[in-house]
C-alpha cells in the first residue's frame, strides 16, 4: 500500500472534515462526519505504522516524509516539511486513536452547539497532529499554537462553571511559554544560518542539529525552549493550570488534553531540547530529575486528598508525566525508551480513566466520591473496565504502565548523567503512592454500601459506551504482555537521538576547549568587519 | 527644472497618479452630486466603484519598478502601489460597512463619502511622497478631512468632543513636524529625501540642526501613528468617533503614515543613526498599549489601545533598519489594517446605544455571539489574530517584525514584544470569552436591555466582514508570496549610494 503524501493526508483530513461539519446543520449529520473523519484518519494512520520500517535509518531525513520548500520566499530556509520516525510513530497512531473515541464520548455528552465543538475537536487533532509530525521548528510551532486555540474553545464553552477562569488560565499560561520560545527559535534560526545554512535563516531541524551552539548562548535557549515545554508537561511548580483546565473541560476535552496534548510537551523536550541543547541538558538534568521526582511525590499525595474523582485523574497525570521526564533526563537507552513508551501507556490508560469518569458524570451530574458508593453491584461492566485502567494506571505488570514505568526507573537508576539511585528510589515510592490514591478511589466510588437510591438505579454501560472503551481495554493488555512490537518501532530513533546528543555534547566541548585555548595565546584576529545595515532601494540615482 | 519641458513630462507621468485622480474626482463627482440629489443612496456606491478600480490598477503594478515622478516629489513603484492597495482596500470596506451604520444613525450624509475619498488622496499622497513637502500635503489633506469625518455627527456631544481634541492635538503635533521639516531643510537645503541623505552636514551645528529637525519631525510622525508617549489622544478620539471611520482611522492613516515614515527613514535618514531611539518608542509604545487597554470596559477604547500596541510592533520592525525589517513591517501593516478594520466592523454592528458605542460596556454583549454567529465568529477571528495566533494573519505579521529585529540584534526588545504579546491575551480573549462563552444571565443586568437596535446587517457589509476574516486566515498561512514582494521593495541597488 502506497498513498501519496499519507503523512499530510493524516494530518490534514480531520480540518477538512472540520470545514464539512461546517456546512451541516442536523446534529446527528455532525456526529456522524466527525465520526467517519476521525475513522478515516485512524485507518490512514495505519498506513503509516506498516509504512514505517525501523530497520531504515532516519538520521538524516524521516520516513514518508512530505516537503514543500518554496511556502516562503527565499530569504528563508523555513519549509513545510513533514515526515515519521519512531518517536512520531506512536504518539501519532495514539491521536488518531483517541479520535473517534473522543467523538463517541462526545455522542450525548455535548447537548449543544454541536457543530462548533466536533469542528473544534478535528481541528484540534490537526493541530496535534501536527505537532508530532513536523520536521521544522516553525512549523512545528504553528502546531503547537494551533492546538491552543481550539482546547481554549472547548473548555470554555463546554466546560463546568468555573469554565473561563480555567480556559484564560490555560491559554495565558502557555502562551507565555510558547512565545518566549518563538524568541528563541528566531535567535536560534540565524544564529545556525550563518554557522551551517550560508547565512539563510534556517529551523530545519536536521539543520539545526548540525549546528554546535555555544555554551553561552545554548544556556538561554536551553532555557526558553525547556520553560515552554514543562510548561506544556506541566513540571511542578508550573502546573496549576492542569487541574483547572482538566475538572472543567468536558470530558472529550479532558481526554484529550491528558491523552496527546500533554505529550506535546514532554515530546518536545525530547525532539529539540535534548539534541540540540545537550551540554546543558546534561548539566541540568540532576534539576529537572529533582524536578521531576518532586512532581511524582507531589502529584500523588495532592491526588490523594481530592474529593472530586475528574481532580484525582488530574493530579495522577502530574505524577505519572513526572516519570516520562525524569526517563528523559536519563539520558540512557531504557529510560529513554520507557519515557517514549510511557506516553502512549499514560495516553492509554488516563484516557481511560476520563472516559469513566465522565460517564459517571454524565449519569449523576457529579464528580464528588462521596455521592457515589457501592456501584460495583449496579454497574458491573463499568467496574470492571474502571478497575482494569486503574490498574493499569497504577503499574501492574501485566497492563501497559508497568513497562514503561519499570524502563524508566530502571533506566534512571543506572544513568550516569543523575547519578543518584537515592533520588531514584524516591520516584519509586510514586508507583506505591499512585496505587495508593487510586485504588483509594476505586473503593470509595465503587465497592463499600450502595446507598444512595440514585446510584442503585443507575444503568450500565450502552454500546457506544462499551464499544468506545474495547480498543483502549485491549491495546492495555496487548502493550501491557507484548510490548516489543512498539518498543522495535522507537528504538532505532531514540538510540540515534542519544548518540546525536553525545556526539554533540562531545563536538561543542572541543569547540569550547579550542575556543579557550586560542584565547590564551593573545595571537592577532583579524576584527570582523562591522556588520553594515545598508538598506537598498531600486531606484535609478538621481541628482538634485 | 525647465519649464519648457514641464508639460510633456506632467503627461507622462500622469499614470502614476492614476488613483489619486481617480479617487480625487469622483470624490469631486460625489459632493456634485449630493448638492443636486441630497444624500442620494448611490453617492457611497460611486466612491466603491472608484476605489476599487483603483485597487485593481495598484494590484497590477505591485511589480513595477520603483523611480520618482512630477520632477522627483512622488515615488511610483511597488512600494507604493503595495501602500496604496491597503489604502484603498480599507476605504472600500469603510464606504461599505459605514452605509448600515449611518443609515442607521440617519446620518447617511452624501459628504460623509466625499471627506472619505478626500483623506484617501491624502494617504496616497503620503504613502508616495518623495519630498518633504509632498508628505506635508499629504498628512493636512489627511488629517482635515479626519477632523471633520470624526465630528460629523454634530448633535452628539461626545463626537464633537473628540473632533475638537483630535483638531487640537493635530494642530499642534503639525507645528513640531513642520518645525521639525524646516530645521533639516536649513541643515541640507533641500527638500527633496534622496538629497538631504546626500547633503553633507559638516559642522557641528549643521549636525544638531539636522538632528534636532529629524527628532520635531519624528514626534509629528509618531503622534499621526500614535505610538507613546504622544498616543493621549488616540483612546478619547476613537471612543466618540462613528465606529466604521474609527476603523479607518486606525489602519489606513497608520498604513500611510508608516509608510512616509518608511520611505524618510530609508531615503533621507538611511544611516541607522535613530534606531535606539525609535526602539525605545517601540517599547514605550507597547508597554503602555497592552497594560492600559487591560484595565479597560469599553470595546472601542480597548481597541483603541490595542492600536496603540500595534504600533509599537510594527516600530520594532523599523527599528531592525534592515530591509526585511522594513518588508516585515509593510506586512504587518497589511494584515493589521484587515484585522483591525473588521474588528471596528464588528462593533459598529453591534451598537445600540446610538452614541457611537461610547457608553457600551464590553458585558453588555454577553453571548451575542450566539445570536450573531456570524459576527461572533469573525470577531474570534480578528481578536485571535490580534493576539498573535497561528494560523492567522497576525502571527506572520509578528513573525516578520520580529524577526529581522533578532536578526539585527534586538534580542532584548523582541523579549519584550513576546512578553506585551501575552499580555494582550488576556484583554483580546475577554472580548471572545464575552461573545461566545458567557450569556446575557451571567452578566447583571445594569446596561440597558440589548435592544433590537443593531444596525442593519447588510449583505456588503457582512461580506466585508468575512472577507476580511478569510483573508486573515490565507495571509496566516500563504504568507510566503507577500512577503516575498514585500522583501523585493528593498533589494538590488543601495539607495545611499546616491551622490
Known amino acids: ?544 | 527644472m525647465d519649464l519648457s519641458t514641464a508639460f510633456p513630462t506632467l503627461v507622462t507621468d500622469l499614470p502614476a497618479a492614476f488613483s489619486m485622480s481617480v479617487v480625487g474626482l469622483v470624490g469631486l463627482a460625489m459632493i456634485v452630486l449630493d448638492a443636486f440629489r441630497n444624500d442620494h443612496p448611490a453617492i457611497p456606491w460611486l466612491g466603491v466603484a472608484a476605489l476599487g478600480v483603483s485597487a485593481a490598477w495598484e494590484a497590477t503594478h505591485l511589480g513595477a519598478p520603483q523611480s520618482t515622478v512630477f520632477f522627483e516629489t512622488l515615488r511610483t513603484g511597488g512600494f507604493v502601489a503595495f501602500i496604496n492597495l491597503i489604502i484603498l482596500l480599507t476605504g472600500l470596506a469603510t464606504i461599505l460597512l459605514s452605509v448600515p451604520y449611518l443609515n442607521q444613525l440617519r446620518y447617511d450624509y452624501g459628504e460623509v463619502y466625499a471627506l472619505i475619498m478626500f483623506s484617501t488622496v491624502g494617504m496616497i499622497m503620503l504613502g508616495s511622497a518623495n519630498n518633504m513637502v509632498s508628505i506635508f500635503l499629504g498628512l493636512e489633506t489627511m488629517s482635515v478631512c479626519l477632523y471633520v469625518l470624526t465630528g460629523f455627527i454634530r448633535e452628539d456631544e461626545g463626537a464633537v468632543e473628540s473632533a475638537l481634541k483630535y483638531f487640537l492635538l493635530g494642530a499642534f503635533s503639525t507645528g513640531f513636524f513642520l518645525y521639525g521639516i524646516a530645521l533639516m531643510y536649513g541643515a541640507t537645503g533641500t527638500m527633496a529625501l534622496p538629497a538631504m541623505a546626500a547633503a553633507e552636514l559638516g559642522t557641528l551645528s549643521t549636525r544638531l540642526l539636522f538632528w534636532g529637525g529629524f527628532a520635531l519631525f519624528l514626534v509629528g510622525f509618531f503622534f499621526k501613528v500614535s505610538a507613546a508617549p504622544f498616543h493621549m489622544w488616540t483612546p478619547d478620539v476613537y471612543q466618540g468617533a462613528p465606529t466604521p471611520l474609527t476603523g479607518y482611522m486606525s489602519t489606513a492613516t497608520k498604513a500611510a503614515a508608516f509608510a512616509a515614515l518608511i520611505l524618510v527613514l530609508v531615503h533621507a535618514v538611511p544611516g541607522g543613526e535613530w534606531q535606539l531611539s525609535v526602539a525605545a518608542v517601540a517599547v514605550l509604545t507597547m508597554v503602555i498599549g497592552n497594560v492600559m487597554a487591560l484595565a479597560q470596559t469599553n470595546v472601542k477604547r480597548l481597541l483603541a489601545y490595542s492600536s496603540i500596541a500595534h504600533a509599537g510592533y510594527v516600530l520594532v520592525g523599523l527599528s531592525a533598519g534592515t530591509s526585511a525589517g522594513y518588508a516585515g513591517a509593510l506586512f504587518y501593516l497589511l494584515v493589521y489594517a484587515v484585522m483591525n478594520i473588521g474588528a471596528f466592523g464588528v462593533m459598529s454592528m453591534l451598537e445600540w446605544d446610538g452614541k457611537e458605542g461610547r457608553e457600551q460596556t464590553l458585558s453588555s454583549l454577553a453571548g451575542i455571539a450566539n445570536d450573531r454567529p456570524v459576527l461572533g465568529s469573525t470577531m474570534g477571528i480578528f481578536m485571535l489574530s490580534l493576539i498573535g495566533f497561528p494560523p492567522l494573519g497576525g502571527f506572520a505579521g509578528k513573525y516578520f517584525v520580529f524577526a529581522p529585529a533578532v536578526d539585527a540584534g534586538l534580542t532584548w526588545l523582541v523579549v519584550i514584544g513576546v512578553l506585551m504579546s501575552a499580555l494582550s491575551a488576556y484583554y483580546y480573549l475577554r472580548v471572545v470569552y464575552v461573545f461566545w462563552m458567557q450569556s446575557a444571565d451571567d452578566v447583571e443586568a445594569t446596561d440597558p436591555v440589548r435592544a433590537a437596535a443593531f444596525p442593519r446587517a447588510t449583505v456588503a457589509a457582512t461580506g466585508t466582514l468575512v472577507v476580511c476574516a478569510v483573508a486573515l486566515v490565507v495571509l496566516g498561512v500563504f504568507f510566503g508570496g507577500v512577503l516575498e514582494t514585500t522583501l523585493g521593495f528593498f533589494e538590488s541597488t543601495a539607495m545611499a549610494t546616491a551622490p
Open chain 1, 1 to 544: 500500500m502506497n498513498i501519496p503524501h499519507l503523512t499530510s493526508l493524516v494530518i490534514f483530513l480531520p480540518a477538512l472534515g472540520a470545514v464539512l461539519t461546517l456546512a451541516l446543520r442536523r446534529a446527528s449529520a455532525i456526529r456522524w462526519t466527525a465520526l467517519a473523519t476521525t475513522l478515516a484518519t485512524f485507518l490512514l494512520s495505519i498506513g503509516l505504522f506498516v509504512g514505517y520500517d525501523p530497520s531504515v535509518s532516519t538520521a538524516l531525513a524521516p520516513q514518508l516524509a512530505d516537503v514543500w520548500a518554496g511556502w516562503l520566499p527565499d530569504g528563508y530556509d523555513i519549509k513545510y516539511f513533514v515526515g515519521i520516525d519512531g518517536l512520531s510513530l506512536l504518539l501519532v497512531m495514539l491521536t488518531t486513536l483517541l479520535g473517534p473515541i473522543v467523538v463517541l464520548s462526545s455522542w450525548t455528552y455535548i447537548g449543544e452547539k454541536h457543530k462548533g465543538y466536533y469542528a473544534l475537536l478535528l481541528l484540534l487533532q490537526t493541530g496535534i497532529t501536527g505537532v508530532f509530525t513536523s520536521f521544522d521548528l516553525f512549523l512545528f510551532y504553528i502546531f503547537f499554537e494551533l492546538t491552543l486555540i481550539p482546547m481554549y474553545f472547548i473548555i470554555g464553552i463546554w466546560g463546568g462553571t468555573e469554565r473561563i477562569y480555567a480556559a484564560v488560565k490555560f491559554v495565558i499560561y502557555t502562551l507565555v511559554g510558547s512565545l518566549l520560545m518563538l524568541v528563541g527559535i528566531l535567535y536560534l534560526g540565524y544564529a545556525a544560518g550563518d554557522a551551517v545554512n550560508n547565512g539563510v535563516f534556517t529551523t530545519d531541524w536536521y539543520t539545526l542539529l548540525e549546528y554546535n551552539i555555544p555554551l553561552a548562548v545554548q544556556g538561554w535557549l536551553f532555557a526558553v525552549f525547556a520553560f515552554s515545554f514543562a510548561i506544556k508537561v506541566p513540571l511542578f511548580p508550573l502546573h496549576t493550570w492542569l487541574p483547572d483546565a482538566h475538572v472543567q473541560a468536558p470530558t472529550g476535552g479532558s481526554v484529550i488534553l491528558a491523552g496527546v496534548l500533554l505529550k506535546m510537551g514532554t515530546y518536545g523536550l525530547l525532539r529539540f531540547c535534548l539534541p540540540l541543547f545537550p551540554n546543558v541538558a546534561q548539566s541540568s538534568a540532576g534539576l529537572f530529575a529533582v524536578i521531576a521526582i518532586i512532581g511524582i511525590i507531589y502529584g500523588a499525595l495532592v491526588a490523594r486528598v481530592q474529593d472530586d474523582a475528574k481532580s484525582l485523574v488530574a493530579y495522577s497525570s502530574i505524577s505519572h508525566l513526572g516519570f516520562v521526564v525524569l526517563g528523559l533526563f536519563a539520558f540512557t537507552t531504557e529510560a529513554m525508551q520507557g519515557a517514549v513508551i510511557q506516553m502512549v501507556n499514560h495516553g492509554l490508560s488516563t484516557g481511560a480513566l476520563f472516559l469513566l469518569v465522565g460517564m459517571l458524570y454524565e449519569r449523576r451530574h457529579t464528580r464528588l466520591m462521596d455521592d457515589y458508593g457501592g456501584l460495583a453491584t449496579s454497574v458491573p461492566v463499568l467496574t470492571t473496565l474502571m478497575v482494569i485502567s486503574v490498574l493499569a494506571s497504577a503499574g501492574l505488570p501485566g497492563l501497559n504502565g508497568f513497562v514503561g514505568e519499570f524502563l524508566i526507573l530502571l533506566g534512571s537508576f543506572k544513568s550516569p548523567v543523575i547519578d543518584s539511585p537515592v533520588l531514584i528510589a524516591f520516584a519509586t515510592t510514586g508507583v506505591i503512592l499512585a496505587a495508593m490514591y487510586l485504588l483509594h478511589m476505586v473503593y470509595r466510588t465503587f465497592f463499600g454500601e450502595l446507598t444512595n437510591e440514585a446510584n442503585a438505579q443507575m444503568a450500565d454501560l450502552n454500546g457506544r459506551e462499551f464499544g468506545l472503551m474495547v480498543p483502549l481495554i485491549v491495546l492495555m493488555f496487548v502493550l501491557g504482555f507484548f510490548p516489543s512490537p512498539f518498543l522495535r518501532q522507537t528504538a532505532p530513533t531514540t538510540e540515534f537521538l542519544l548518540e546525536t546528543v553525545e556526539e554533540k555534547r562531545a563536538a561543542v566541548e572541543r569547540m569550547e576547549a579550542n575556543d579557550a585555548a586560542t584565547a590564551e595565546e593573545p595571537t592577532q584576529v583579524p576584527t570582523a568587519p562591522p556588520e553594515g545595515q545598508e538598506v537598498s532601494i531600486d531606484v535609478p540615482s538621481t541628482s538634485p
